[in-house]
């Protein structure tokens, strides 16, 4: 029987039979193992490193310094141990007018910093950008000072100059390249500045009530990573009876750190592309194992009657199509390899360029889909080929499918399903995408017959004759045709998502973080400070710098009942209900806000204090309408009832608050004032002007992390684009697929109707006529499923506020009947050629 398969394939393989499904898989596979390399090369730096995003095995953050008697005991079980101070400052250069200062994040370190990864340091400024510099053990001398090359370029410094930290003066000797636990947290945005722990305290800048950091870095050798679980579980145990606020334990299980939302929508989207291209794939492989078994049935009516059983039959094509799944899926991962290398050229420097080598997994993975591919998709039609009768070798008549061959189409439909949420790694992406492509699958093919049934009341709408040859030629095919329409759909449908609809994706995108984005935060200023601050504003350009109260709170209470330690289990709702709140009020809701619950304060004098919150820290902390808040402010109590619910996008660097409260309610509270701004480069020099004569003020400068945000989302975009050719392929080959399977019959058809008396006109008219009727409706249905699939898609996973389009309809009408015009030209442009005496033998 091997013997036998052997010989049909090369048979099969030469007369062209198996060329399609062959370049079907090889697509798919090589779109899933492209992603799959990526990310698994990804995924295994970050197991490697994981221990260099703490600098540490354990690390105890604390808003007061450790215990001692903490220290004490780790110190007891063998732990090694290092210190951190963490806080923002200014740090000056320069005497008198002359001088510059620069916020600052200040980072005192003790000797044995980091206890995992490496700090890397240089004397370049250009390999300091580039995060290039020479591994180092060391910390920062007594009285010198390690930084950041923006803070040199910022206070027009250089290497060996003088900086000022509070009451002491240091010199700057290094540059920092890499520092291997820096985070990205706000305060991190601005640039470092390194210190020894020793000289801290001749600064003077920590003081009662400052906003410090503290973090403990513990570490033990691998043969000892029990003592430090044990000392963890110790520190949580006296953490939870002592009831001790203001401490956290991050590991690298329980830690977690958040990635920019930029580089999630990214990751998505990679996946969203590779499932769109498999899904396209699935479909081109299911049409091309149909037009295998249309063509086989025959060849399979003459073997049976030279005495092979059904079995047999069966055994032969499978072990056939197992040659060809295990041919395509291997040189589909071959593919995939290349096309990851190039997409971490297109990504450059968002990905590090000492990456693991690729482990077989990926490998494994391709092979596997494209077996799961060929198995679920191409199993149904062959098992028909079992059931061909004997007397078709006489007789031209196929019986209908048995109930095994169809329950095998559910078998594709879990594979389907399966491969989806296998390959996608979010529950919610997979199922939302599959639940849009069966759902169109099933609805497509509704519309499709219906609009079939429309037609033959518009035969006669036309009094000419290739329109009702069009028309009787759909009707005459009614499966085949609706198969055509719900095939050219579903492929156009994933062209259009990613097309039209990736347009306005893309848009969306960067429209969260525009060019013109503030690039410059203004904090701490006094309420008589507001109009002169404004003013000067104003004089450099700034045209868009509203002013916002800031009022710092403490949650106390919910509904009557008092916050504790026991109330939220949740470790970031601890967080929040145990820091102080950045609060604010206003009368009208800041335009880049949402509402998408309750309504806005009433305005009304006398009212009662109404709070605003937003969706995301409300569903945190189990907040909802009508509920009421406590907060202590400055030793005052505020009370305020939850009236509405607001949509953020916090990716659009303008200055945003959690919770905001009536002006009437919060008229005595203590406030300062913040404001975010586009400072245009001619202007660059204003922070400093300002702090210089306004010292209380703090002055942000995010520009380096916005250009670095916008390269990022550049690179992001490329890499996407770069995989659409994926997904362009694997249309192309459903629309090829699509066509080519009805061309054997279409071939008689013509041959029938020349001999007839039809012309070569008539039925070349008829043919466009027909391709354009399939293409446009398959074209509708299309851009409404990618519209659909689209809103879906931008709500519930990229977060983008979606807008209307009407054109992607237009855009699917005219390209619905352009590629099937086309398709059909380029696939079926023989049959006509076919001469039609050959074609009546052949019958």
């Not at 009094?463 to 028309?471: I, L, P």
């Not at 006094?526 to 004089?539: F, M, N, T, V």
């Not at 945003?656 to 203590?670: L, R």
Request: hydrophobic share 50%; charged share 15%.
């Amino acid at each position: 029987m091997l013997r036998l398969s052997l010989n049909m394939t090369g048979r099969d393989w030469r007369a062209g039979q198996l060329r399609f499904l062959l370049i079907a898989l090889i697509v798919a596979v090589a779109a899933l193992s492209a992603v799959g390399f990526f990310v698994d090369r990804l995924r295994s730096s970050l197991n490697r490193d994981a221990h260099q995003l703490l600098g540490a095995d354990l690390v105890i953050s604390a808003d007061q310094p450790v215990s001692a008697a903490w220290r004490a005991e780790a110190q007891k079980r063998g732990l090694l141990l290092a210190d951190t101070v963490t806080f923002p400052s200014m740090a000056q250069a320069g005497e008198g007018e002359q001088s510059l200062s620069q916020l600052a994040s200040i980072k005192a370190v003790s000797d044995g910093y980091p206890q995992r990864g490496k700090l890397k340091i240089t004397t370049s400024a250009s390999e300091a950008l580039d995060a290039v510099g020479k591994p180092t053990d060391q910390v920062p001398a007594p009285g010198t000072l390690w930084v950041d090359a923006a803070i040199l370029s910022a206070l027009n410094a250089k290497l060996g100059d003088t900086l000022k930290l509070g009451d002491k003066r240091f010199t700057v000797t290094q540059l920092i390249a890499s520092e291997p636990d820096r985070g990205a947290s706000f305060l991190n945005f601005a640039p470092r500045v390194m210190l020894p722990l020793g000289d801290l305290a001749a600064t003077a800048l920590v003081q009662n009530g400052s906003r410090v950091s503290y973090r403990l870095l513990l570490s033990a050798p691998a043969s000892q990573a029990r003592d430090i679980a044990s000392y963890q579980s110790w520190v949580e145990k006296q953490i939870s009876e002592q009831a001790i606020k203001g401490v956290r334990v991050e590991s690298i299980e329980s830690g977690n750190p958040q990635m920019q939302s930029t580089l999630d929508r990214a990751d998505r989207f990679l996946s969203l592309v590779g499932l769109l291209s498999a899904m396209l794939a699935a479909v081109a492989v299911a049409m091309a194992a149909r037009r295998f078994m249309l063509r086989h049935l025959d060849a399979c009516a003459m073997l049976r009657c030279l005495g092979l059983t059904q079995n047999q039959v069966t055994a032969m094509y499978v072990i056939e199509f197992l040659i060809v799944g295990l041919a395509g899926s291997v040189i589909g991962v071959a593919v995939g390899y290349g096309g990851h290398l190039v997409l971490l050229e297109l990504l450059g420097k968002l990905v590090q360029s000492d990456l693991p080598p690729v482990s077989m997994l990926p490998a494994l993975q391709g092979v596997a889909t494209g077996m799961l591919l060929l198995l679920g998709f191409a199993l149904p039609p062959i098992l028909q080929l079992r059931n061909v009768p004997h007397n078709r070798v006489i007789r031209r008549e196929q019986a209908p499918p048995q109930a095994l061959a169809l329950a095998t189409y559910g078998l594709g439909i879990a594979a389907f399903v399966v491969l989806l949420l296998w390959q996608a790694g979010d529950v919610t992406l997979a199922l939302l995408t599959a639940a849009g492509f069966l759902g169109g699958f099933a609805l497509f093919g509704l519309v499709g017959w219906l609009g079939l049934k429309s037609l033959k009341s518009l035969r006669g709408l036309v009094n000419h004759q290739s329109w009702r040859f069009a028309v009787t030629s759909l009707q005459r095919r009614p499966g085949a045709t609706v198969i055509q329409v719900v095939s050219l759909a579903l492929g156009l449908m994933a062209l259009l998502l990613l097309t039209v609809v990736r347009g306005d994706l893309m848009v969306a995108w960067r429209a969260a973080t525009p060019a013109d984005a503030p690039n410059r935060f203004i904090i701490n200023i006094l309420p008589e400070q507001k109009e002169p601050i404004a003013a000067r504003l104003a004089q450099a350009g700034v045209v868009n710098a509203p002013l916002y109260p800031m009022i710092r709170g403490r949650l106390v209470a919910v509904n009557g009942k008092t916050i504790t330690e026991e109330t939220y289990q949740d470790d970031r709702a601890k967080r929040l209900a145990d820091r102080e709140f950045n609060l604010s009020t206003m009368a009208r809701m800041q335009q880049q806000n949402k509402l998408v619950a309750g309504q806005w304060f009433s305005g009304k004098p006398g009212a009662p204090a109404e709070a605003s919150v937003e969706e995301g820290i409300a569903k945190t902390l189990n907040l909802k309408l009508g509920d009421s808040m406590r907060f202590d402010i400055a030793g005052q109590s505020v009370e305020a009832r939850i009236t509405s619910l607001r949509k953020l996008e916090w990716g659009s660097m303008r200055v945003n608050f959690f919770v905001i409260i009536n002006p009437e309610a919060m008229a005595d509270t203590p406030q300062t004032w913040i404001t975010a701004f586009h400072l245009p480069a001619a202007h660059g020099d204003l922070g400093n002007a300002l702090t210089r004569d306004y010292p209380n003020l703090t002055v942000v400068d995010v520009g380096g992390i916005l250009k670095q945000i916008q390269a990022v989302l550049d690179q992001v975009v490329t890499a996407v684009e770069f995989l659409f050719a994926f997904t362009l392929a694997s249309g192309l080959l459903v629309l090829y697929a699509a066509l080519m399977g009805s061309q054997d019959e279409r071939t008689r058809e013509a041959g029938l109707l020349r001999a007839l008396g039809a012309t070569r006109r008539q039925l070349a008219q008829a043919q466009l006529i027909e391709f354009s009727l399939v293409g446009a409706l398959a074209g509708l249905l299309a851009a409404s499923g990618a519209a659909a699939m689209g809103w879906a898609l931008a709500t519930y996973q990229f977060k983008f506020a979606w807008s209307f389009a009407p054109g992607v309809w237009v855009f699917g009408l005219l390209a619905g009947a352009l590629c099937a015009i086309a398709g059909g030209w380029l696939g079926l442009r023989g049959v006509l050629k076919h001469p039609p005496l050959q074609t009546l033998r052949e019958s």
